[in-house]
């Protein structure tokens, strides 16, 4: 079984009992005119994890083992969304729902809400919509994996400390084992990012492991 350099201590890394998960590289979130640049931020500073997302894609379908993607977003009659996060926005700025230059944000169906080109999902890998943060939420993910016989996840995307971190969170309250390579996930705010993993591989790895893709690459070039 490969063993990948991981903080705090190596991953043991099963790939028959692994599964991808990309959070939501959406182009809400990662194009300049989506959602994420609506409120004000810097989309460079996610941009920097497609490429190390685009190699560990190739590499992860290249070994044949299961990929999911997820995307963040409402049916078009907001019908989930809750009015919390409807509200919590802020002042002045676009809103889930609204029309924006890619689209209504963060609408099902709208451009802003594809998946990025670059990571284009490919026939056979499950894409999960999620009105949520977490992507266990309100989704069938759980049942998904279960039924792929994973027990331990490499999560990615975008963002570090939103989506990501609260997807390890949810995982390691089901039972997943989380790697999470730090060069394939990026925030709006880097020390948010550097925050975000450091509370991951903390206390003993309380909510999972963090590595690099670079020791992750060679272990799938292997199999
Ligand atoms: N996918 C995800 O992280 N959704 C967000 O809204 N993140 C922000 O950082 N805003």
Redesign the pocket.
Known sequence: MPTIAADPYPFAFEPTACALLI??MQRD?LEPGGF?AA?GNDVAQLRRAIGPNVRLLAAWRAAGLPVLHTR?GHPPDLGDLPPSKHTRAPEGGLRIGDAGPMGRILVQGEPGHALIPELAPRPGETVIDKPG?GAFYATALDACLRELGVRQLVVTG??TE???QSTVREANDRGYDCLVPSDCTA??FPHFHTAALAMIAAQGGILGWVTHSDHLLPALESL
């Open positions: 959070i939501d979130f994420g409120l963040e943060k975008v963002t939103i989506c990501v925030s709006y």
